[in-house]
């Protein structure tokens, strides 16, 4: 059973910067992508970012510029730097994991908290 494990939320003033952090229980060679959702109160989970097996990253425009996706193939980890936060940042983050063949599957993590103040 895939686990992900997300870190990093945590309480941070407008402008400021955090790194999340999204530790997979096995290698995340094995996904055909990884990304980062969030969710705020009353709203749909919406993409942040993800970044495929090769490396290529893909931002929605409430991310472009301001944060960056990577991943650590030998720490079995995906990050998301995220810069110049905004109150409208706040949310929950979840990170994602997605297999494509034979099928979609999709894993996700619990979730972890971001909030800006203004």
């Known amino acids: 059973q895939v686990q992900l494990v997300e870190s990093g939320g945590d309480l941070v003033q407008a402008g400021g910067s955090l790194r999340l952090s999204c530790a997979a229980s096995?290698?995340?060679?094995?996904?055909?992508?990884m990304g980062w959702y969030r969710q705020a109160p009353g709203k749909k989970r919406e993409l942040v970012a993800e970044i495929s097996k090769n490396g290529i990253p893909h931002y929605e425009d409430s991310a472009k510029g301001r944060f960056t996706i990577s991943r650590d193939n030998a720490e079995n980890t995906v990050y998301l730097q995220m810069n110049s936060l905004k109150p409208e940042d706040t949310a929950v983050y979840y990170c994602?994991?997605?297999?494509?063949?034979?099928?979609?599957?999709?894993?996700w993590g619990q979730g972890t908290q971001v909030t800006v103040s203004s």
């Open positions: 096995g290698s995340i060679d094995s996904f055909d992508a």
């Open positions: 994602n994991a997605e297999t494509y063949n034979p099928y979609v599957i999709d894993y």
